[in-house]
């Protein structure tokens, strides 16, 4: 998705929750100050990761148990704190999507070890990017929700599980495997309420849907 068509979804996202655009704009050039021109994926480090198939593993609260019953196709994206799930059977994911409020051990980790960690930048996680981004220190793409700029990049998408679709979709995935993804039954996440993880999981499968209405969605 290129930035003019996630425009009018963003400025909706915007309304619907209340969120000052300017602070997106304020996390955005701090995650583009500070992140190592070096360890930037770009469009061609990310395209040969992605494949006609992705699996996108979502930390909804049913994820373990789903766990147990899927397989692992084509290119695996962990939605951040499922990567602590998938460290613990043994699965590295190729890619990590994260605004950094899951396990940052975890998916340091699973960095160093090899994942793209795709790492967000929004009004809410300022002081996140401050303190964990100079953690990571394997291959990194910088993400935002506003009009991208510098070294920036927006595949469109709002939370992590979506914008992990939106990354797959981008790079022409054919067919998306959803796991762990819950859309009306939210983890508890510290320092949010229950009123807000909803509406921003009604977002998320408004876009997953949309996203992916041309190609095939398998829902596990």
């Not at 425009?7 to 701090?30: S, T």
């Amino acid at each position: 998705m290129e930035f003019e068509e996630w425009e009018p979804i963003y400025l909706d996202i915007l309304e619907n929750m209340g969120f000052d655009p300017g602070k997106d704009v304020e996390a955005a050039r701090l995650l583009d100050s500070i992140c190592p021109k070096d360890s930037i994926c770009g469009i061609e480090c990310l395209g040969r990761r992605l494949g006609e198939t992705a699996t996108i593993v979502g930390h909804g609260p049913d994820l373990e148990e789903a766990l147990e019953r899927a397989e692992m196709r084509g290119t695996v994206i962990s939605a951040d704190g499922a990567t602590t799930s998938l460290l613990a059977i043994g699965v590295i994911p190729d890619i990590i999507v994260t605004d950094l409020d899951g396990n940052i051990g975890d998916e340091v980790e699973s960095n160093i070890l090899g994942s793209v960690a795709v790492i967000h930048a929004h009004g809410d996680n300022i002081d996140k990017i401050r303190e964990y981004l100079p953690l990571f220190s394997g291959l990194i793409t910088p993400t935002v929700q506003c009009r991208p700029f510098g070294n920036l990049f927006n595949f469109g998408g709002f939370t992590d599980g979506d914008r992990a679709a939106m990354l797959a979709l981008h790079f022409g995935s054919r067919k998306i495997i959803l796991i762990g993804f819950d859309f009306d039954n939210p983890r508890k996440k510290e320092g949010r309420t229950l009123e807000e993880k909803i509406r921003k999981l009604e977002w998320a499968r408004r876009i997953i849907l949309q996203g992916t209405s041309q190609v095939e969605l398998e829902i596990i």
